[in-house]
């Protein structure tokens, strides 16, 4: 599988951006789906995870309640909607999938990952 992060850019303090995870081969379904993100200067983060039928999504704290995190298996994509955008937002948004099927947070459970895109939150 192959994945591909897209809908990165520039946007200024509570303004919204969406994510685009594109998918390449038939077993996307199969696998529980993940965002991550890496701020400047950091270690890459948990963001959201949804389960493979996306009936279940878990998000960190600090976005829960502005980011929505979903899927859509017919099309082998994924998306991370990002709303009232902060500053303290801004890094490199990867997304990942997980053999875990009912979903997973950690780096190490993840089996695929995109190359990411930058989200830049302008105060």
């Known amino acids: 599988v192959q994945l591909q992060a897209s809908g990165g850019g520039l946007v200024q303090t509570g303004g919204s951006l969406r994510l685009f995870c594109a998918a390449s081969?038939?077993?996307?379904?199969?696998?529980?789906m993940a965002w991550f993100r890496q701020p400047p200067g950091k270690e890459r983060e948990f963001v959201a995870s949804?389960?493979?039928?996306?009936?279940?999504?878990e998000y960190v704290d600090s976005v829960k309640g502005r980011f929505t995190i979903s899927r859509d298996n017919a099309r082998n994509a994924g998306y991370l909607q990002m709303n009232s955008l902060k500053p303290e937002d801004t890094a490199v948004y990867f997304c990942?999938?997980?053999?875990?099927?009912?979903?997973?947070?950690?780096?190490?459970?993840?089996?695929?990952w995109g190359k990411g895109t930058l989200v830049t939150v302008s105060s």
């Open positions: 990942a999938l997980s053999r875990y099927s009912g979903g997973a947070s950690s780096l190490e459970d993840m089996d695929y």
């Open positions: 081969g038939r077993t996307f379904s199969r696998y529980s």
């Open positions: 949804i389960t493979w039928s996306g009936t279940t999504t």
